[in-house]
C-alpha cells in the first residue's frame, strides 16, 4: 500500500492542475459562443483567429 | 397603445445617430497604440439564425474603417470596433440595413456587461467551492469508513495535508465575497449576516489546519475540512440563485429605460426641416411633426388643426382634437394631420417626464419589508455571536480540546443557510411555474403580497377591452333596401380606408375594400371627419353628427358613432363599440370566485366605465380618473387596510401600479408601465392574473412550511451544539440536508 503515498499527492495536484485548465479555457473565452465555433467549417471565408 | 412596444426597430436619422451627445450613450472612445478607437454597441434586429450573425459581420468589415466587428446571436448585439478617423456610426448602421437587418444603438450595453461579468465570476467561485469540495469529500471518506487501527496514523496525516491543500482555494477565492461582506460591515459598525458566516469558516479553518498539521495541538485531532468546503458552496448556490434573480429584474427595467435617440424634424429660419436628436430641442424651436408619430415636446400647435391620441397620458381611448394654439404634449400620437409645432418644454420639464417622476417617487417609498428584516436580523446575528463565545467559555472550562470544535458547531448550525433559502427558492419556483403560465414575474417579493390581496383594480381600455374600437353595425337613417344599405356601407368603407382615424381603421377591418367604388378629392378634417366627391361628383361626408348638418348628438357618454351621408341628409349610422375581449367575464367570475373584490378605475369617460362594469357583473366603477385619482382612489383603499392589487397597461397607469401592492402589465402595454409592474401578463388574458393569484397562495403555503422546518431543524440542533453531542461534520450535513429538503419543496411550484 505505499503506492498510496505517491498516489494521493498526485491526486491531489492533479485535481489542482484540472481546475487550472479549467479556469483558464472558460476565461480565455472558449465557451462564449459554442454553436458557431461548430458552424465556421461550412463558411468560406478564411479562418478566424 | 400600441405603439410605444412595436417589436420592429424604427429607424433613425443619420444625423441623429452621429450627433456627439447620443453618440456618447452606446460608443466608448479609447486609445490603442496611438491609433484613437470607438467601440459602438448596437442591437440588431431580424436576425433568424445563428448563420445571420456571420452575414452582419461580413458587412460590417467590409466597411472601410472598421477594425473589428463580433455579433452575439443570441442575445442579438454587435459590438463594432472603428477608427472615429474613417468613418462614422451612421455608416455602420447603413451597412446592417444593406445586408438585410435592422440595427439601433444599444445604450444599456455597459451595465449589461458589467451584470454578465459579475454573474460568471460568482459562478466560478462556486463551480471552484463544489469541485473542491468533492475532491476533499473523497479524501476524507477513508476516515470515516476505516475500522479502528486500519488507517496508519501517516497515512491519516497525509489525507488531511491533501485536504488542506484543497480548501485553500476555496478559502482563499470562494468564500472571498463572506469575508468581504464581513469586512465592509465591521467597517461601518453594523453587523451583517456574513460576520458569524466569515468568523464560522476562519475560526473553522484555523482550527482545522491545527488539527491537521499538529494532533497533539490544541485543536485536536479531527480536521473537517469537508464540511467545511460544502457549507462554503452551498452559501455560494444560494447566492448566486439571489443574484440571478435580480439581475433578471434590472434586465426588464433597462430595457424600457432603454430609450431609443428620437429623432425630430426641427424646421430652420428658411422653413426647412432637419433631423436633429430630441435632446437638442430647446424652447422656442419649431418642429414638423409628421402624421403617426409622437409629439417630441411639450408645445404649442402652429399651424394646421389636427387630432392627438393621448391615451398613454390620460387613458382616454378617443383621439383629442387640437386647433391652432392649443397645447400638445410630449409623448401623444399625432393622428390628424402634419403639424408644425412650437416647443415650450423639453427632457425634464414635460408633462411625460413629470409622470415618469411620480411614479419613481412611488416606487422609492416601498421597501419596507426588506428593512424589517434587516432590523430583526440584527439582534439575531448577535445573539448566535454571544452564544458561540459562551459555549466556548464554557467548554474550556468542562473541556478545553472540545471547546473550538463547539464553537463552530454552533456557528455553523445557527447559520440560516436553509433559512436564507426558504423564502428565495419557493419564489424562484414559483417564478418559474408562472412564466410557463405566461406571466413573468419581476420583483420576487410581489407574490407573497399578492397572496394576501383582497382587493383588485381593473384598468379597463386594453385590460377588459380591446384598445382599439370595433364596428357593431350601421343603421340606415332614409327608408332603402338591404342590398342598397350594403352597398352604401361598402362605399363608406371605401372612403374610410382614406383615413387613418381609429374608428376608419375599425370600419375598413369589418368591412374590406373591394375598390368598387372610386372618390376624389378626399379630404380629411381633423376632429370632425372625411369629405370626398363620387364619380358624379356629388359631395359625400363621414364623420361626426355636426360634420354632417346635424344637431350635435347627446352621445357624449355613450360609445362612438359616425354618419355617412350626403351633407345635411345622413343615410347611415355607424356604430362602434370597445370590444370586450372574449375571456373578460370568465376572468371576472374567477376572481371574484377567489373572494377577490373587483374594481373598474378608467381614464374613459365615466358613464361608459359605470356601463361595463354593469355588464360584467363588477360592483365598483370610477371613471374619467387622471392618474392623480387613480392613484387617490388606491391610498383610499389600502388605507382602509385592504391588499390591493392593480391591473393595467398605459403609461398613465405607472404611478398606480408602482402604489398598489402588487401589480400587473398586460403585455402589448405601454413599457414604462411594463418595466413598473411587478409581473407581466404576456398573454394579455386577465384570466391569468387568477391563475397566478392561485399559485401565489400556493406558493406562500410552501414558504411557511419551508420556513417551519428550517426554524424547528436550527432550534432542535443548537441545544444539541451547545452540549458538544454535534460535531462540526454532522452541523454540515444536517445543513446541507435540510436545504436539499427546502429546495425540493420549493421545486413542486415550477411545475
Known amino acids: 500500500m505505499d503506492i498510496l503515498f505517491l498516489l494521493i499527492p498526485m491526486s491531489v495536484v492533479l485535481a489542482l492542475a484540472v481546475l487550472g485548465v479549467f479556469a483558464w479555457a472558460l476565461h480565455d473565452g472558449q465557451f462564449d459562443d459554442l454553436q458557431r465555433e461548430g458552424e465556421r467549417i461550412l463558411s468560406d471565408e478564411a479562418p478566424r483567429a | ?751
Open chain 2, 1 to 751: 397603445m400600441n405603439t410605444i412596444a412595436s417589436p420592429a426597430l424604427p429607424g433613425i436619422a443619420p444625423a441623429v445617430l452621429d450627433d456627439p451627445v447620443e453618440l456618447r450613450r452606446y460608443t466608448r472612445f479609447s486609445e490603442s497604440q496611438g491609433q484613437p478607437a470607438a467601440e459602438s454597441s448596437l442591437r440588431l434586429g431580424g436576425l433568424h439564425c445563428a448563420a445571420c450573425a456571420g452575414l452582419i459581420e461580413d458587412a460590417l468589415r467590409r466597411v472601410d474603417g472598421v477594425l473589428e466587428a463580433r455579433v452575439d446571436p443570441a442575445a442579438e448585439r454587435a459590438l463594432v470596433r472603428w477608427d472615429p478617423a474613417r468613418t462614422r456610426a451612421s455608416a455602420l448602421v447603413a451597412a446592417v440595413q444593406a445586408a438585410g437587418y435592422q440595427a439601433v444603438p444599444d445604450t444599456a450595453a455597459a451595465a449589461r456587461t458589467l451584470r454578465r461579468a459579475e454573474a460568471r465570476r460568482l459562478l466560478w467561485r462556486v463551480f471552484v467551492a463544489g469541485f473542491c469540495a468533492m475532491q476533499i469529500m473523497m479524501l476524507a471518506t477513508p476516515a470515516y469508513v476505516a475500522a479502528p487501527g486500519e488507517l496508519t496514523p501517516d497515512m491519516l496525516q497525509l489525507l488531511q495535508w491533501g485536504s488542506w491543500l484543497l480548501a485553500l482555494p476555496v478559502m482563499m477565492f470562494s468564500a472571498g465575497p463572506f469575508f468581504s461582506g464581513a469586512w465592509r460591515a465591521l467597517r461601518t459598525r453594523r453587523i451583517g449576516m456574513d460576520v458569524p458566516v466569515a468568523l464560522g469558516i476562519a475560526v473553522a479553518f484555523v482550527a482545522s489546519s491545527g488539527a491537521a498539521f499538529d494532533p497533539a495541538g490544541p485543536f485536536g485531532a479531527e480536521p473537517y475540512f469537508d464540511s467545511l468546503t460544502m457549507f462554503v458552496s452551498f452559501l455560494l448556490a444560494g447566492r448566486y440563485l439571489e443574484m440571478k434573480a435580480r439581475h433578471r429584474a434590472a434586465e426588464t427595467l433597462e430595457q424600457a429605460l432603454d430609450v431609443l435617440p428620437q429623432t425630430a424634424q426641427r424646421l430652420d429660419e428658411h422653413g426647412i426641416a432637419h433631423p436633429v436628436s430630441v435632446q437638442r430641442l430647446a424652447p422656442g424651436d419649431r418642429v414638423r411633426v409628421a402624421v403617426g408619430d409622437s409629439f417630441p415636446a411639450d408645445g404649442v400647435l402652429l399651424d394646421a388643426p389636427t387630432q392627438a391620441d393621448e391615451s398613454l397620458l390620460s387613458g382616454e381611448s378617443r383621439p383629442v382634437p387640437k386647433a391652432p394654439g392649443e397645447h400638445v404634449v410630449a409623448g401623444s400620437l399625432n393622428l390628424g394631420a402634419p403639424v408644425t409645432v412650437r416647443v415650450e418644454r423639453v427632457g425634464p420639464d414635460t408633462r411625460y417626464e413629470a409622470i415618469v417622476a411620480l411614479m419613481r417617487d412611488a416606487v422609492s417609498r416601498r421597501p419596507q419589508a426588506v428593512r424589517a428584516v434587516d432590523r430583526w436580523a440584527g439582534p439575531f446575528l448577535w445573539a448566535v455571536l454571544l452564544l458561540a463565545g459562551a459555549a466556548a467559555l464554557a467548554w474550556q472550562a468542562i473541556d478545553p480540546a472540545r471547546s473550538v470544535w463547539v464553537a463552530v458547531s454552533v456557528l455553523i448550525v445557527t447559520c440560516p443557510c436553509a433559512l436564507s433559502l426558504a423564502t428565495p427558492a419557493a419564489l424562484l419556483g414559483a417564478t418559474a411555474g408562472l412564466a410557463r403560465r405566461g406571466v413573468l414575474l419581476q420583483r420576487l417579493e410581489a407574490l407573497e403580497a399578492l397572496a394576501g390581496v383582497k382587493q383588485v383594480f381593473l384598468d379597463k381600455t386594453g385590460t377588459l377591452t380591446d384598445a382599439r374600437p370595433a364596428w357593431c353595425g350601421a343603421t340606415p337613417l332614409a327608408p332603402m333596401g338591404a342590398a342598397q344599405q350594403a352597398a352604401l356601407l361598402q362605399q363608406a368603407a371605401e372612403l374610410a380606408a382614406h383615413s387613418r382615424h381609429p374608428l376608419s381603421q375599425a370600419l375598413c377591418e369589418a368591412v374590406p375594400a373591394a375598390g368598387a367604388f372610386e372618390w376624389k378629392a378626399v379630404r380629411e378634417q381633423p376632429g370632425a371627419g372625411l369629405e370626398a366627391q363620387d364619380a358624379q361628383g356629388r359631395l359625400w361626408r363621414m364623420g361626426s353628427a355636426a360634420w354632417l348638418g346635424l344637431a350635435p348628438a347627446p352621445q357624449s357618454g355613450a360609445s362612438p358613432q359616425a354618419w355617412f351621408g350626403p351633407p345635411g341628409q345622413p343615410l347611415l349610422r355607424l356604430s362602434f363599440d370597445e370590444s370586450l375581449r372574449s375571456d373578460a367575464a370568465a376572468a371576472v367570475q374567477s376572481l371574484q370566485a377567489q373572494g377577490l373584490a373587483l374594481a373598474l378605475l378608467s381614464g374613459d369617460d365615466d358613464e361608459r366605465v359605470r356601463e361595463l362594469a354593469q355588464r360584467l357583473g363588477i360592483a365598483s366603477a370610477v371613471g374619467a380618473a387622471t392618474p392623480e385619482r387613480k392613484l387617490a382612489v388606491l391610498r383610499e383603499a389600502q388605507a382602509r387596510g385592504a391588499r390591493v392589487a392593480m391591473v393595467g397597461d398605459g403609461v398613465n397607469d405607472a404611478p398606480v401600479l408602482a402604489q398598489a401592492d402588487v401589480s400587473f402589465a398586460m403585455g402589448h402595454g405601454a413599457l414604462v408601465a411594463r418595466s413598473h409592474a411587478d409581473a407581466v401578463v404576456l398573454s394579455g388574458r386577465i384570466g391569468d392574473v387568477a391563475q397566478a393569484h392561485q399559485l401565489a397562495r400556493r406558493t406562500v403555503r410552501v414558504i411557511r412550511q419551508n420556513l417551519a422546518w428550517s426554524a424547528f431543524y436550527n432550534l432542535a440542533c443548537v441545544p444539541l451544539a451547545l452540549a458538544g453531542l454535534l460535531p462540526p461534520w454532522a452541523a454540515g450535513l444536517g445543513m446541507a440536508f435540510s436545504s436539499l429538503l427546502v429546495v425540493l419543496n420549493a421545486l413542486r411550484l415550477a411545475r
